[in-house]
């Protein structure tokens, strides 16, 4: 474990479900992330939180929801998912704005099948 | 906007010897920052190395090493005396600053054969 707690690890939904994704860190970071990771892509970022604030939102689909309660936990909502959102969902945490960044720390990931 | 190339989808080294994974990027800006990430089957993304821009010495993480040339905007991973746990997806990423998020590239993936 590196710090950062992704679950759960694995994840099968209908499309007409509602679920969420749990990120966890105890690191003293204050930026999270949430990245999408398709087969053959590169890794595309979905959102950030800085201070508990969003600060970007790359044109992620309404039926994808971040929630960032406290600077230690981030979620993702998931309600009618399609086929194609079927991917692995990372997590980040980084001490953004305070000196040289020193990169990020990710969690496992959680390995989503929308059926 | 900042991109990340990795040309290569797949190498292949054999056990204990020397291979070079290429990454090139594109930025107009003069100070930043690259890591090599690496990501074996269990998923988890980690830090191999890290390299500030302003720094003329190339980065060195044990076996791990950077050859950045910032005028060419090139930055390749060299993995020396390679090893059967070295074999994973190896990214490669660029950040402006801590204000702005990591731009990854579409990855090497490495094989390490015995």
């Known amino acids: 474990e590196t710090g950062v707690t992704q679950t759960p690890r694995h994840l099968v939904m209908g499309m007409t479900n509602k679920k969420s994704l749990k990120c966890e860190q105890h690191?003293?970071?204050?930026?999270m992330y949430w990245y999408k990771q398709s087969a053959k892509k590169p890794l595309e970022l979905m959102f950030v939180?800085?201070?508990?604030?969003?600060?970007e939102n790359n044109s992620v689909p309404s039926r994808f929801s971040p929630e960032c309660p406290n600077s230690s936990h981030l979620f993702l909502h998931l309600h009618t998912l399609q086929p194609e959102d079927s991917a692995l969902y990372l997590c980040?945490?980084?001490?953004?704005?305070?000196?040289?960044?020193?990169?990020?720390?990710f969690g496992s990931g959680t390995r989503l099948t929308v059926v | 906007a900042q991109t990340v190339t990795q040309s290569q989808p797949e190498m292949s080294v054999q056990e204990a010897e020397t291979v070079t994974l290429s990454c090139t990027y594109d930025?107009?800006?003069?100070?930043?920052?690259l890591f090599w990430y690496k990501q074996p089957p269990s998923r988890q993304m980690i830090l191999v190395i890290r390299?500030?821009?302003?720094?003329?010495q190339n980065a060195t993480e044990n076996r791990f090493s950077v050859n950045f040339q910032k005028a060419a905007k090139s930055f390749s991973l060299k993995i020396s005396d390679s090893q059967l746990g070295d074999a994973a997806m190896y990214f490669c990423?660029?950040?402006?600053?801590?204000?702005?998020?990591?731009?990854f590239g579409k990855g090497t993936r490495l094989s390490v054969i015995a």
């Open positions: 980040a945490s980084s001490l953004a704005l305070l000196g040289p960044p020193y990169g990020y720390t």
């Open positions: 690191l003293g970071h204050n930026a």
């Open positions: 939180y800085s201070l508990e604030e969003r600060v």
């Open positions: 930025t107009s800006e003069s100070d930043y920052y």
């Open positions: 390299q500030e821009a302003y720094k003329q």
């Open positions: 990423a660029y950040l402006h600053s801590g204000n702005t998020p990591l731009v």
